[in-house]
């Protein structure tokens, strides 16, 4: 079975700019998650999807992240403009449901100039 | 200060056990896990405890949970290279399963 996958695995670009990152998670999971790791830390949730509706975006920075999960399926996050700060790993993880196991992509790793 | 609180470095020689600790501070904690990160990968949940558990043995890992302490320990018997990783304690609260994670613990396994 395939796991979750992301894209790109890696993006460097300069504040101010603006940047997207694709998450396809595993078929048949209807929550989809958003974290996002400083290096040295631990993950933090964003934002959580249930289907195509948000769950919780309390953590989401909204003045310059977004996120969108249009068909229920894949997702994407976007940060416009970037910072410095929001430099870190960014993970897509994805579950049956709420109440289970949550499945994790292999993250993807952006730096901001 | 931090939810979810563990060293950051563990050392140990290959075949021995290690044992990583984490401490939490919410004593209405419902799940408590580890997860393991390698090198380049997302978190893998490698076990999970019920806050009204003691213990959980799963093939070489153990967990131990003190909820007086709030201490929570994870041991790997017979460490071997491929167990590197960084490992992170985690805890849900009340109704919800989204994980509090700790800063990680990088193990390092050296022959």
């Known amino acids: 079975e395939a796991g979750v996958a992301q894209s790109p695995r890696y993006k460097i670009i300069e504040k101010r700019q603006s940047v997207a990152f694709w998450c396809n998670p595993i078929s048949g999971h209807a929550t989809l998650y958003w974290y996002q790791q400083i290096l040295g830390q631990g993950p933090k949730l964003l934002i959580q999807?249930?289907?195509?509706?948000?769950?919780?975006d309390s953590q989401l920075p909204k003045d310059r992240f977004s996120a969108e999960r249009l068909k229920g399926v894949d997702s994407t996050l976007k940060i416009q403009p970037a910072k410095l700060e929001d430099s870190a790993v960014y993970l897509c993880?994805?579950?049956?449901?709420?109440?289970?196991?949550?499945?994790f992509g292999p993250g993807t790793r952006l730096t901001v100039l | 200060g931090e939810d979810v609180e563990q060293s950051l470095f563990l050392s140990v020689r290959e075949g021995d056990s290690s044992v990583i600790n984490c401490t939490y501070t919410d004593s209405s904690s419902t799940y408590l896990y580890w997860y393991k990160q390698e090198p380049g990968a997302g978190l893998q949940l490698l076990t999970y405890i019920f806050s009204n558990m003691d213990m959980k043995q799963d093939q070489r890992l153990t967990v131990l949970l003190n909820k007086k302490d709030k201490h929570l320990s994870l041991r790997i018997a017979d460490t071997q290279t491929g167990d590197s990783a960084i490992y992170f304690c985690?805890?849900?609260?009340?109704?919800?399963?989204?994980?509090?994670f700790g800063r990680g613990t990088s193990l390092i396994v050296h022959p």
């Open positions: 985690a805890e849900s609260i009340g109704g919800s399963y989204i994980p509090t």
């Open positions: 993880a994805s579950s049956l449901g709420s109440e289970n196991e949550q499945f």
């Open positions: 999807f249930q289907n195509n509706g948000v769950v919780d």
